[in-house]
């Protein structure tokens, strides 16, 4: 436990000061009202007393947190916290306590903001009755304007309070609670509910109470006229709606339309068991009903688009996604139709000049000159390797580009690895050295010419990624069910590995790279329901580690 751990037992939000005027500590509570807090200079510039000094040349004796700072002795302020939020400014009230302990200040902030509001309110509210006081010792008769000048007061916060909500949210349901709210509020109503039209035939879609109807609701034909001349109807009754269970007791129900454009959207309704007169109230509930129904449709138009966004977006990325296999497909197609091309030319004179070479080894056993023989003999050797090296190329080659296994096949991952090690070998080839670390694999139920390609890919970049000579361990395992295969390298390493397998993106040069052979690998590798992961650090290497599940 910390010195100062006692501190975050406060209420009050604390921060310690030390001799350099650097923050050694903050409680829990200045961090939860203080989130923006960087430095006690920063925090002094938003904090003022509540009371200047009427005549000070000393710009510090404005900054309660500078006096506290400077000052020898305990000192306590009533302060203002100023900041913006949304660009907003807002202001927050505290007494500030600030004491010396040693080489520290501590300085302590109660918050008081809702004591000050409350006090102003107060304040407010008696400076309010001290003057109905006063007007109505002045004159009895002015009491009926009084009262009409309070309920105007109440229309107008109410209208306000309303067009405050549509004005700070686009969300449909936000706005109708809230607006319920208010009603309710000035109505005293005990149910409340929006209802949205169905060719006069409704369904509530939001309900400050529990209840839940489901099924469309109607009124009578009187309701009915009042809402297609979009009127506000206020009458006394014992049901909600038709199709409503009784009421034990009379209560007054208000009804009223919501339109925009001359088109009907829903209806508000009230019940409530106070005495209602619509002609006090029938002003501000068309003012409310006007902003509802802007309010209702902005924010329906709003989520439209949002979605029309989202579905856009989607749309793209299936399109990119689409594009990618397609370019894969007809490259690997490509790519197999002209190896099987090159594959057969090849073998032709290739039986040609092996054929050539088994007979001229014949030939060269009937040669009597021991020197002559030897050195023949040496040459047809080498020529024999050649043949044998030429025909393993070709063989692997055509075996990259399987293009015959459209399905599920089991293969031996630790084969497929050295094959395609075999076809990069001209780039690793007395300047890369190639570590084996082959676990023991069962056949694995794979694509593997699509596999070779992965690997392929993710070799030729870790042989780019040297720029002399370096080193590539290839491990693989079988843990889990899950068969894993990681491929290490020595070389420079990834700038940027959060965008490595985005389509387009490449850390080579401007012709060199197309940024799309490991966007294609992600694809293969989610084709196999597996994934492949990077680890990467400059100047260090780089590791992709693949996993597929093994069943």
Known sequence: MGKFDLFNKFNSAVVIIGENKETVFTNNVFKRIFKDYENIKKFSHKLDCNIYPLESNDMTVLSPILQALNSCVDLSAHVIYRSYNNNVLTSMYFDMNSTKRGKYTVIILTDVTAKISSENLNQQ??????????LKEE??????????????????????????????????????????????????????YYAENEDLKFKIKESLSKKDVKNLISFDKSVNDFIRNGKVSCITCRKEYNEAEPFKENVQRIVMPIYHLNKLIGVIVLSTKQKIKLDDTLEVLEGVSSQLGNAIIQAELYK????????????????????????????????????????????????????????????????????????????????????????????????????????????????????????????????????????KIPPVKCYPNMLN???????????????????????TGFKKKNLIVKIKDTGCGIKEPDKIFDIGYTTKGV???????????????????????VKTKINKGSEFIITIPGE
């Open 125 to 134: 509210n008696y400076e309010y009755k001290k003057q109905l006081d006063l």
């Open 453 to 475: 390609q992965v690997f392929m890919n993710i070799l030729v970049n870790a042989t780019h990624a040297i720029e002399d000579e370096g080193t590539i361990t290839i491990d």
């Open 304 to 439: 439209k688009n949002e979605q029309m966004v989202e579905d856009l977006t989607k749309a793209l990325k299936e399109l990119k996604e689409t594009q990618l296999q397609l370019i894969n497909s007809e490259k690997m197609a490509s790519l197999g139709q002209l190896v099987a091309g090159v594959a057969h030319e090849i073998n032709t004179p290739l039986a040609s000049i092996k054929s050539n070479n088994e007979i001229t080894k014949k030939l060269i056993k009937q040669i009597e000159d021991k020197d002559l023989f030897e050195l023949l003999s040496e040459t047809n050797n080498i020529d024999t390797l050649a043949i044998d090296k030429i025909n393993r190329l070709v063989v692997s080659l055509r075996k990259f580009v399987r293009l015959d296994e459209a399905d599920l096949q089991e293969a031996d991952i630790n084969k497929e690895i050295d094959l395609t090690l075999d076809l990069i070998r001209h780039e690793t080839k007395n300047r890369i050295n190639i570590i084996k670390k082959y676990g």
């Open 139 to 192: 004159n009895k008769s002015m009491s009926k304007i009084q009262l009409q000048a309070q309920s105007q007061a109440m229309k107008l916060l109410l209208l306000n309070n309303i067009s405050n909500i549509i004005r700070s949210s686009i969300n449909t349901s936000v706005i109708l609670k809230s607006a319920l709210k208010e009603l309710s509020g000035m109505f005293g109503a005990f149910r409340a």
């Open 511 to 533: 012709g060199v790279g197309t940024g799309w052979g490991l966007a294609i690998s992600q694809k293969i590798i989610e084709k196999h329901k597996g994934k492949i992961e």
